[in-house]
């Protein structure tokens, strides 16, 4: 049975075939769509306010899954080729203390890096990044302007991944 | 070096409300080198989650009024301090009419407080309040948690004094929990205002307000999980486990202590209340990560899942 978005989808196919196209899904650019398609009819997703951006949304996020994925397994086939893990290891299982205690100090030098950008940023990336509020809200929370919220948070956004960027290295 | 062009392709996709799609796939399609550069940076995004320390934000106060915004070492200075001030003189004038009574609830115990006009007080266990026979649409919470539904009536709105604090409705079901450390409130339908004569912080259906030692903080909650204690059942996201133990010790009317390690840690899912503690500690204490001891008369919560040593 054919539900309202999958028809939204049929209708739509070209235009997301396009994207993933362009998005570097190459030749399993079909595959991609076939995988949607499924995912669509098996289960009753309800009503979807705006269908189209939502179908565009999964779309992105199976090309995301895609590359993480395969990062993961080259990283997998690294450690494998340098003996780093003969058993592998859950990373859901309980962290060492010691472990807490770097993850810690990062967390604290994370809470540095938000707080010396200053509260109005601070609380635009909080609310945008861990909350999952749009910037339109945001902006009319805090009674600014959409741009000043943009700004805020590509500020915000490059300090955090060049922490980030900086903790991998070290 | 992080690209500029990508980043805020990053940041726009994140957007709940982004509908651009049409010019993010023209973007990409203009250099195959977007894309992969999109990926890395939404990789590096969700890498982040591992460093973003996740406490709920403090909410600069009253968007119109710069000297309070954000600054949470000045929060009662400003116009809390005024209403602080009123309250005071108005609960001294309340204490002592005659009119004001106190309804206290026994640990474990729920009471049902019907105000006349249609609106409806649900205490929790270990819950003092003060009621007005004179004035239907008064309340104070003295200590504890209490669920409000809430007739509307514009002219006369309900008021809920809580500490130093005002909540008061805009038509409304709603829960607070006064503990000497904290005041947290969710709503689940309607409306709240918070300190309507200082800060006025408005709070819609599924927002929650929280007062402590960090400060003012507003954050989302989902209403469907406002007042769950009375379907038997505690809701949390990223609660620290001492709110937990608070809200079970409330409806179980027992007494949790936690060791150092344990009382650090957070809790985010739904916890059943069974009025046996033993099984209650036996079904809760795994989610949260812990495992629980009797001793005495209340119970210790420490690290670790279960393997008594």
Redesign the interface.
């Known amino acids: 049975m054919a539900t309202g978005l999958s028809a939204i989808f049929m209708a739509n196919r070209p ?1 997301l075939l ?2 993933v196209r ?3 899904a190459g030749d399993d650019a079909e595959d991609l769509m076939q995988d949607m398609w499924m995912k669509l009819e098996a289960k009753d997703l309800g009503p979807v306010s ?1 269908p ?2 939502y179908l ?2 999964m779309a ?1 996020n199976l ?2 899954d895609r ?2 994925s395969s ?1 993961r397994r080259e990283r997998r086939e690294q450690d494998w080729a340098e003996g780093a893990g003969g058993v592998m290891s859950d990373p859901s299982e309980d962290i060492a203390i010691d472990e807490r205690m770097i ?1 810690n100090q ?2 604290d ?3 540095a890096v ?1 707080r010396d950008l200053g ?2 940023v601070e ?1 635009v990336f ?12 945001i902006a009319e ?4 302007s959409l741009t000043t919220v ?1 700004k805020d ?2 500020k915000a ?2 300090a ?6 900086k ?1 991998d290295t070290e | 070096m992080i690209d500029e062009e990508a980043l805020g392709w990053v940041i726009r996709t994140r957007d709940p409300e982004f509908t651009d799609w049409d010019g993010f796939t023209l973007w990409l399609e203009a250099d195959p080198a977007h894309g992969a550069t999109y990926d890395a940076l939404m990789a590096a995004d969700s890498d982040l989650d591992s460093i973003v320390p996740v406490e709920p934000v403090a909410m600069p106060v009253a968007a119109n009024d710069p000297g309070v915004r954000a600054r949470r070492p000045l929060r009662w200075i400003a116009g809390g301090a005024v209403a602080a001030a009123l309250v005071a003189t108005v609960s001294i004038a309340m204490f002592n009419r005659s009119d004001i009574y106190s309804v206290t609830t026994r640990p474990g115990e729920i009471r049902i407080i019907a105000l006349d006009d249609g609106t409806k007080v649900e205490m929790n266990g270990g819950t003092t309040m003060r009621f007005d026979r004179k004035d239907a649409r008064f309340a104070a919470l003295d200590a504890g948690e209490a669920a409000f539904t809430v007739r509307h009536d514009v002219a006369n709105p309900f008021r809920v004094t809580v500490g130093d604090a005002i909540f008061e409705d805009a038509g409304t079901v709603f829960n607070i929990v006064h503990t000497a450390a904290a005041t947290r409130i969710g709503v689940s339908e309607g409306k709240v205002i918070y300190n309507p004569q200082a800060e006025a912080i408005a709070l819609p259906a599924g927002r929650a307000l929280s007062d402590d030692a960090q400060g003012l903080r507003v954050m989302d909650v989902a209403p469907a999980t406002v007042a769950s204690w009375r379907q038997g059942q505690l809701v949390y996201a990223n609660a620290p486990v001492t709110q937990v133990a608070e809200d079970a010790a409330r409806s179980l009317g027992l007494s949790v202590r936690f060791t150092p390690q344990a009382q650090a840690m957070r809790f985010t899912g739904t916890i059943r209340l069974d009025r046996d503690p033993a099984r209650f500690f036996a079904e809760a204490a795994p989610l949260m990560g812990l495992s629980a001891v009797r001793q005495g008369d209340g119970w210790l919560l420490k690290e670790g899942n279960g393997s008594p040593n």
């Open positions: 235009a396009r994207f362009a998005r570097g705006d189209l951006p565009y949304r992105n090309m995301l590359y993480r990062s993850l990062k967390l030098q994370a809470r938000l509260p109005r609380l909080r609310r945008f990044r861990i909350e999952g509020v749009g910037q339109r809200v929370e805090l009674g600014v943009e948070l590509q956004y490059r955090m991944l060049s922490l980030k960027q903790m």
